[in-house]
């Protein structure tokens, strides 16, 4: 059983920077990817980016590539998420995830943390 917690989360100007962390507990962190998901008002809940357990495969949504950049350190139990260049429409609740491959399907996950709101001003 893995336990995720986001942080990081925030108001922030258009054009900003923010940068999203998740802190796993409970199981061995590295024999899991982890993902980045979120979810605006009215929205469903979407994929935004996923790393492999080694870290060494990264994947992003067509609408954050170039801005985003997801990154982990085993050592730490910690994942991260880089966001620049930040638009209002990134305004969302940020979730992270874990399950023992990557995937960009919300229902392939098996653990999910209780999210961190981001909201970005025009």
């Known amino acids: 059983q893995v336990q995720l917690v986001e942080s990081g989360g925030g108001l922030v100007q258009a054009g900003g920077s923010l940068r999203l962390s998740c802190a796993a507990s409970g199981g061995s962190f590295s024999n899991y990817a982890m993902g980045w998901f979120r979810q605006a008002p009215g929205k469903e809940r979407e994929f935004v980016a996923v790393?492999?357990?080694?870290?060494?495969?990264?994947d992003y949504a067509d609408s954050v590539k170039g801005r985003f950049t997801i990154s982990r350190d085993n050592a730490k139990n910690m994942v991260y998420l880089q966001m620049n260049s930040l638009k209002p429409e990134d305004t969302a609740v940020y979730y992270c995830?874990?399950?023992?491959?990557?995937?960009?399907?919300?229902?392939?996950?098996?653990?999910w943390g209780q999210g961190t709101q981001v909201t970005v001003s025009s």
């Open positions: 995830a874990a399950r023992p491959f990557t995937s960009s399907r919300r229902a392939d996950y098996n653990y």
């Open positions: 790393i492999s357990r080694g870290g060494g495969s990264t």
